[in-house]
């Protein structure tokens, strides 16, 4: 089994955030603190802190995890079919064509990537979260922008 992989979404400073990414909540990194990499996982962020203080010989570090103003994303284990390939990830705004109209190249639509909590699988809806198809039966899925920045491409 594979360990699960994550991205955040900064809606403050609204960008992406993958692992090993350089980052630090813009309020520690304008009284100075350093910026190390993350890690991500479903929890948060999880970001070193390098404190320091009058009280202490020494800086010390300490792992924070923060949730505040941050939306965590899971990849879904599914790739886009352009090169250079993209994870997708949930929330990610994808074009596809449908399984059943596969052979009619016109008929490609558009949706946002979700996970179902009913039947545990990611799926594809519309702007108002109607089911479109599950993920796993679209056809050439390729990502255009993600939920948080490119919401229009819903219209």
């Known amino acids: 089994m594979s360990i699960p992989e994550f991205r955040a979404y900064d809606k403050r400073e609204k960008n992406l955030i993958?692992?090993?990414?350089?980052?630090?909540?813009?309020?520690?990194?304008?009284?100075?603190?350093?910026?190390y990499p993350v890690h991500?996982?479903?929890?948060?962020?999880h970001y070193r802190l390098n404190c320091l203080s009058n009280h202490y010989e020494h800086d010390w570090e300490e792992d924070v995890v923060t949730c505040y103003g941050i939306?965590?994303?899971a990849f879904t284990?599914?790739?886009?079919h352009?090169?250079?390939?993209?994870?997708?990830?949930?929330n990610d705004?994808?074009?596809?064509?449908?399984?059943e109209n596969s052979d009619l190249p016109s008929s490609s639509q558009t949706g946002r990537i979700i996970f179902c909590q009913g039947s545990k699988e990611w799926i594809?809806?519309?702007?108002?979260?109607?089911?479109?198809?599950?993920?796993?039966?679209?056809?050439?899925?390729r990502v255009i922008g993600n939920w948080f920045d490119?919401?229009?491409?819903?219209?």
């Not at 991500?40 to 962020?45: A, S, V």
Request: with cysteine; net charge negative.
């Open 40 to 45: 991500i996982t479903e929890d948060g962020i």
């Open 77 to 80: 284990g599914f790739w886009d």
């Open 150 to 155: 490119h919401a229009e491409l819903l219209e």
């Open 82 to 90: 352009e090169e250079p390939r993209k994870k997708i990830y949930c």
């Open 71 to 73: 939306e965590i994303m």
């Open 124 to 141: 594809v809806v519309d702007k108002k979260e109607h089911y479109l198809e599950k993920l796993c039966q679209v056809v050439s899925p």
């Open 18 to 35: 993958y692992n090993q990414d350089l980052w630090l909540p813009r309020s520690l990194q304008n009284i100075g603190h350093t910026v």
């Open 93 to 99: 705004i994808i074009s596809f064509i449908s399984k």
